[in-house]
């Protein structure tokens, strides 16, 4: 199985904040990665698609980059509306796996 | 607008059973992969399963942790998409979300999800 190891799990940042958050992944997975928000009791959003795609109504101030096994997902200047849980996920096979997640809260 | 409303969450003991059900609305259900992902309380996700689309003859996956107890099946005609739990255990005590892949190598679409709680 393909592991994702996202970093950090935790990250502290202030509004205004510019922030990256990496996912590696155990194999190489082209460019077949997603990212995802969730905020508490909701289910997640498509942020990222294909590694750099921004999913149609998503911010500018979102991107993503990688390919092969290292990726990132980078928060330009962070809003009050951004402090959430990210996920990355890869669709390169089965079974389709998540990163554990990045808790982004405010300092 | 693209809709997905889940059911079929509730109480069963270790051992029941339960089927869940999605409805779909606002895209052509039959053109896109559909699948399960749980989130167990306080947990990250995981995934579950997947029915292929119809060009792929909806064809099935599973995660190793459900394989031979869960069946995904879908039914085309009425927009609707389906997971048969077996067997189940406490660790399968999750919100499990209805999910719609966007044929781009992404899940787009979430349903609100509905809880699983297996506890005797």
């Known amino acids: 199985d393909i592991q994702l190891t996202q970093s950090p799990s935790f990250l502290s940042a202030s509004v205004g904040d510019r922030v990256t958050i990496t996912c590696r992944a155990s194999?190489?997975?082209?460019?077949?990665l997603a990212w995802y928000q969730q905020k508490p009791g909701k289910a997640p959003k498509h942020l990222i698609y294909?590694?750099?795609t921004l999913q149609s109504g998503v911010p500018s101030r979102f991107s993503g980059s990688g390919s092969g096994t290292e990726f990132t997902l980078t928060i330009s200047s962070l809003q009050p509306e951004d402090f959430a849980t990210y996920y990355c996920?890869?669709?390169?096979?089965?079974?389709?796996?998540f990163g554990r997640g990045t808790r982004l809260e405010i300092k | 607008e693209v809709q997905l409303v889940e059911s079929g969450g509730g109480l069963v003991q270790p051992g029941g059973s339960l089927r869940l059900s999605c409805t779909a609305s606002?895209?052509?259900?039959?053109?896109?992969?559909m699948d399960w992902v749980r989130q167990a309380p306080g947990k990250g996700l995981e995934w579950v399963g997947r029915?292929?689309?119809?060009?792929?003859?909806?064809?099935?996956e599973y995660a190793a942790s459900v394989k031979g107890r869960f069946t995904v099946s879908r039914d085309d005609s009425k927009n609707s998409f389906f997971l048969q739990m077996n067997s189940l255990k406490t660790e399968d005590t999750a919100v499990y979300f209805c999910?719609?892949?966007?044929?781009?190598?992404?899940?787009?679409?979430w349903g609100q999800g509905t809880l699983v709680t297996v506890s005797s």
């Open positions: 029915t292929r689309n119809k060009a792929r003859s909806h064809s099935t």
């Open positions: 996920q890869h669709l390169n096979g089965y079974p389709i796996t």
């Open positions: 294909e590694a750099s």
């Open positions: 999910v719609r892949d966007s044929n781009n190598y992404s899940f787009d679409y």
């Open positions: 606002g895209f052509t259900f039959s053109d896109h992969h």
């Open positions: 194999q190489g997975i082209s460019s077949h």
